[in-house]
């Protein structure tokens, strides 16, 4: 299977400027203190939604909306589990 079909070229053009900004940045971006209480409101209010995404529900069709508009563009791992069945994906926010 040829990868470098399966996204767009704008996509990978995108994600190899953010590696690149990324790469250069040498940890130079800001990060929240305790200090800054609405970052601390928004990461309480993710740190809610993650574990209601991560509890065990019954059997049946369930949907998962997760709100990406507080959280850094990149490339976010998933995973699914079903039983003995497990299935991890990547899905790629680009804002």
Request: aromatic share 6%.
């Given at each position: 299977m040829n990868r470098s079909k399966r996204y767009s070229t704008e996509v990978r053009q995108r994600a190899v400027?953010?590696?690149l900004d990324h790469k250069h940045d040498k940890g130079r971006r800001g990060g929240s203190f305790s200090g800054d209480p609405d970052r601390i409101k928004e990461l309480e209010?993710?740190?809610r939604e993650l574990r209601r995404a991560n509890e065990v529900m019954p059997a049946g069709i369930h949907q998962v909306t997760w709100d990406g508009t507080h959280v850094a563009s990149g490339v976010?791992?998933?995973r699914l589990t079903a039983g003995n069945v497990e299935v991890t994906r990547q899905m790629?926010?680009?804002k």
């Amino acid at each position: 299977m040829n990868r470098s079909k399966r996204y767009s070229t704008e996509v990978r053009q995108r994600a190899v400027r953010m590696v690149l900004d990324h790469k250069h940045d040498k940890g130079r971006r800001g990060g929240s203190f305790s200090g800054d209480p609405d970052r601390i409101k928004e990461l309480e209010r993710e740190n809610r939604e993650l574990r209601r995404a991560n509890e065990v529900m019954p059997a049946g069709i369930h949907q998962v909306t997760w709100d990406g508009t507080h959280v850094a563009s990149g490339v976010y791992i998933y995973r699914l589990t079903a039983g003995n069945v497990e299935v991890t994906r990547q899905m790629m926010l680009l804002k």
